[in-house]
């Protein structure tokens, strides 16, 4: 069977639930209204016979026939019911024909009569009580029972009247919800697919109500919008891989070409075959260091993570560039004041110090100093690498920390651009800051909050 499709949504079932739970909700409250209505109207019903009962009972024999005449005289919507009937049965007066029998006397009681009008015969249920009379005969007072069932056809009424309608705008309502839900989730999914299709500059509508659909759009956006840099990157950063190959492999294959046409001599064969093994070990560094980024970005080191002491691997990279920055006029001080504990993978920390001690010490002219220090601030504990170089703009700051990035200021210098960015995917992976500021010279920090630490007196100075 047919069926629309917003009649498939997730909305549109709910709404008939809830209004069909109201509607049983309500049908139950009438009938409980109807049922108090209707045992209070009969309380009163009983009350009241049996007081007429009382009046009856207490007048003069003489006078009862009198009163009888009356009450049916002064009945004009014929709902009373009285009648007097001797020790044998026979009526006496009254409209009734003959009193039931099996009833408790003075206890009104529902009962069928025979209900006598100008000499009709009429079956009536009324609500009556019966007493005998010292005299010997019996006397019945009641009522017609039709006022309860005049209540309860009301009730029905008013709910026909009100309850049908509430209920059918209660499906309408959720029809137009589940419509404009549906309406919502298709243009949703049509801007979904034209984004699986290749598409990342789609974006999903936000209407700015704020709702479910606008905050799930919004994250959704944002997940896009982060999608497409990072594709941007990765084209970036392809180019660059394509570009710094290139011009290794080049060289390598013009200094084959031309060994094989122009060399004469063996050591001049030598020569130029390792000049290409020196371009190509060149390529596959760039490889290696590509991979080893990877490896870092995608978490694989993980479980290799310990408890790493920072202040002898601060040291230990000190004693590492102390010969390399006094062969080139530089004075190295090495503080580390902390005896710092954090979790982490000891080998790719003492990589990533040590690649930010051996850009200092490159990019520091002679008679420059580099700092590198292990310290606590701010209760966090901070490797901090400082130099008297060149320093980084402010504006190139977020961008030498991408794969193959390289400043004007070190064109002219050995390199391949990858050294911060393995930095960065070293301190990301660890769940640590990393931050390049400072102007002049360049600062370059690690920052470590949950480090654990004590305190060491260790400063070492080469010049």
């Known amino acids: 069977m047919y069926r629309p499709d917003f009649v498939r949504t997730h909305t549109f079932y709910p709404v008939v639930i809830v209004a069909g739970v109201l509607l049983m909700c309500t049908v139950l409250l009438f009938w409980f209204l109807y049922r108090q ?60 024909e003959a009193p039931p029998t099996g009833i408790a006397p003075d206890v009104p009681t529902n009962a069928m009569v025979v209900r006598l009008d100008g000499g009709i015969r009429t079956e009536q249920k009324v609500r009556l009580a019966i007493r005998s009379l010292p005299s010997g005969e019996s006397l019945v007072l009641g009522r017609d029972l039709d006022e309860i069932t005049a209540i309860a056809r009301i009730v029905m009424r008013t709910l026909a009247l009100g309850l049908l309608p509430a209920f059918v705008i209660t499906i309408l309502i959720g029809t137009a919800l589940s419509q404009r839900v549906y309406s919502r989730a298709a243009e949703l999914s049509r801007k979904i697919q034209r984004v699986a299709t290749g598409d990342l500059r789609e974006r999903l509508p936000i209407t700015g109500r704020g709702d ?21 990157e990765v084209s970036g950063v392809a180019d660059n891989i394509a570009h710094d190959l290139r011009t290794p492999l080049t060289r390598v294959r013009v ?48 479980d290799g993570f310990g408890q790493v002491s920072l202040g002898p691997l601060v040291r230990e990279i000190g004693d590492l560039y102390e010969p390399i920055a006094e062969d080139k006029g530089i004075a190295l001080l090495v503080e580390s004041r902390e005896e710092a504990t954090v979790h982490g993978d000891r080998d790719l920390l003492f990589e990533a110090v040590a690649n930010l001690v051996d850009n200092a010490v490159k990019f520091t002219p002679e008679g420059g100093h580099v700092e590198l220090a292990l310290h606590r601030r701010n209760g966090q504990t901070q490797i901090q690498v400082t130099d008297t170089g060149p320093g980084i703009p402010d504006v190139e700051r ?25 930095v960065a995917a070293i301190v990301k992976l660890h769940g640590f800051q990393f931050a390049i ?23 070492h100075q080469t010049a």
């Open 37 to 96: 209505a209707a045992t209070h109207l009969m309380d009163q019903y009983d009350t009241l016979v049996v007081e007429e009962l009382n009046v009856f009972a207490s007048n003069e024999p003489a006078h009862r026939l009198q009163e009888i005449e009356d009450r049916l005289l002064k009945d004009p919507h014929r709902i009373k019911i009285v009648g007097l009937f001797g020790a044998s049965g026979q009526r006496i007066a009254g409209n009734i």
């Open 212 to 232: 479910t659909f606008d905050q799930i759009a919004g994250s959704v956006n944002r997940m896009l919008g982060d999608i497409e840099s990072l594709i941007r």
């Open 255 to 302: 200094r084959l070409e031309r060994g094989r046409a122009h060399a004469s001599t063996l050591n001049e064969l030598r020569k130029v075959v390792d000049q290409a093994i020196g371009g190509l070990d060149q390529s596959l560094s760039i490889i290696t260091a590509l991979l080893r980024i990877a490896e870092i970005e995608h978490s694989r080191r993980l």
């Open 398 to 422: 977020e961008e030498v920390t991408k794969p193959f990035y390289r400043s004007d200021k070190s064109r002219g210098t050995d390199g391949f651009g990858l050294g911060l960015s393995l």
């Open 437 to 459: 500021g400072g102007s002049p010279g360049c600062t370059a920090e690690i920052v470590c909050p949950q480090a654990g630490y004590g305190r060491k007196q260790a400063t």
